[in-house]
């Protein structure tokens, strides 16, 4: 699964550009009806039961069934109180791994911070690339889980995979294409915290496609919610599994869905962002 790599939106692998402001909402366009080469990509999605970018891909049933994820409830059943939402104005981290921001403070706003930033980062196109796909994991997963997902990663990201994306055995666009894969997280809430280990729901908008003037893939949303099971390991939060489902979805908008020339030039001039409690 995949999405962004940035200038103001470095493309390197999984860099982007760590601005701590709160995105303003916006309309979702309508799109295009989905084609059958997003059924093969989600059937991938599925088995592997990986990370963003693919699951993206999963368009097709939208009925959010599953019940892994978190309910954004808290361990009570309750609704969250109003400082799950609440911006803070804490700096989230200093540091960075792999141009990732890493090193999140052990606390429930900690944890936080860190699940919205990993499924940015596990959102983006760097995920379509070997070394992109491998740094990522690497830095985010405890080791175990690391070791175990690089080989199914190379498994899922075949070249097959990534031609029916439009994408080459490299992982890249077509001259004068645009591969497009990234992951807006919309808020995240705790339903169970401990001093060692976390689990967060983050409510994100992916986008996904590939944006062209021959593209037959063009780019469109989807509303998911994904949810990790993180653990204090060598003095930061990691991800020890992870599981997700469609939605909570608003209703679209009226905007009139833009070209594939404005969303290009938008995936060009607009970065990422470093999400923060």
Same mark, same amino acid.
């Given at each position: ?52 970018? @693919? ?44 141009? @990732? ?84 997280? @919309? ?91």
């Amino acid at each position: 699964m995949s999405p962004a790599d940035e200038p103001g939106h470095d493309t390197s692998a999984g860099g982007y550009t760590s601005t701590r402001t709160h995105l303003p909402e916006t309309g979702t366009p309508r799109r295009p009806a989905r084609s059958s080469s997003r059924s093969l990509v989600t059937v991938v999605a599925v088995v592997v039961v990986l990370i963003a970018a @693919i699951a993206f891909a999963n368009r097709g049933n939208g009925d959010g069934s599953n019940t892994t994820a978190g309910n954004g409830s808290g361990a009570s059943g309750t609704k969250p109180q109003a400082e799950s939402t609440a911006a803070t104005g804490t700096k989230p981290v200093d540091g960075k791994t792999s141009g @990732i921001p890493t090193g999140y403070a052990q606390s429930r706003q900690g944890v936080q911070s860190a699940a919205a930033n990993y499924a940015v980062a596990l959102g983006s196109t760097a995920m379509f690339k070997k070394a992109g796909r491998d740094a990522l994991v690497n830095a985010l997963y405890t080791p175990a889980e690391a070791a175990r997902l690089v080989p199914e990663l190379d498994k899922a990201y075949s070249t097959d995979f990534l031609a029916r994306a439009g994408l080459d055995a490299n992982g890249d666009a077509p001259q004068g294409s645009t591969f497009v894969s990234r992951t807006v997280p @919309i808020g995240t809430t705790v339903s169970a915290y401990a001093d060692t280990t976390a689990t967060v729901a983050v409510w994100y908008m992916g986008l996904i496609g590939m944006s062209g003037t021959n593209s037959t893939d063009p780019v469109s949303s989807s509303w998911s919610t994904w949810t990790f099971q993180l653990q204090w390991t060598d003095g930061d939060w990691k991800v020890a599994s992870q599981s997700q489902t469609s939605g909570p979805a608003p209703v679209p908008g009226d905007n009139k869905a833009a070209s594939s020339d404005e969303i290009s030039k938008a995936i060009e001039e607009y970065g990422g962002f470093t999400y923060a409690r």
